[in-house]
């Protein structure tokens, strides 16, 4: 799975979100990460049958919403995702969020027969805790890839980091940005001077330096070049360790918030 990845969540007019898939891809991501509950995969799909990269070259991941993680909804609701993004498969199927229709047996089984017939290369889990981790392990056969949930500077999950490197599962940072927060955080800014980078590019090339994926969302080109611009940036150990230090869980996104209130 690549690295740095571009995020969609809120790039909702369609040829502004194609236009900003494509100039990822023609910029060099190879990365793509969507949801059905964006209402974005068409223009997703769009974006990549417009750049001038093969399709099987871009990992592309999306995610079952709650409400269709029932074993039969799962199956039908990927074939509908599949439509949307013009694909026979994706590279990376995520159960959203561990709520609403989520049934561990019921809804990782639809994900394994995906699997099996090739729709799907891997699983994915998002905003899982280890407990919801432990339980879908035990439900399926097959590997659980990797957790996407919220990581950034102001909220680094420790705790939850040692759990998945220890498990053998990928942790991929959704809000990477802090949703703009990282901005004017005093260490982040200190270092950004310091390097003649963003604030940006400190947080991304902080997460690489934890072995965490990254896909922030970056709608024109100045932004998404920015943050591709972060595999460039090497951070010393003194840099890494500074940012570690910051203190504090700074939530952008309330683990409740989307199952009930969507
Ligand atoms: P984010 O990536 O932390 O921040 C996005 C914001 O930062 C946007 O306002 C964007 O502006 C701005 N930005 C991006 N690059 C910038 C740069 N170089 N300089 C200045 N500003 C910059 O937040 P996010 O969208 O919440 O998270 C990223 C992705 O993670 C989502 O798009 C989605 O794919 C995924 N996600 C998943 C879940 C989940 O439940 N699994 C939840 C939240 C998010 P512009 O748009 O104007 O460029």
New binding site residues.
Partial sequence: MPGLGL????NEDPDACAESVRTALESGYRHV?TAQIYGNESAVGRGIADADVDREDVFLAT?VWIDKLAHDDVLASTEESLAKLGTEYVDLLYV??PAGKYDPEATLSAFEELHESGTIDRIGV??FEPNHIETARSAVDAPIFAN?VEI?PLLQQRELHEFCSDAGIELVA???????DVFGVDVLSEIADDRGV?E?QVSLAWLRAKDIAA??????AD?IR??WASLELELTDDEVARIDDIDGERRK?DPDF?PASW
């Fill in positions: 995020g969609t969540w809120e990460d995610k959203h969020w998002s905003n996407q950034h959704y809000s990477p940005l802090a949703r703009g963003s940006a896909i922030p969302k970056a709608t024109g932004h920015d943050n996104v989307g």
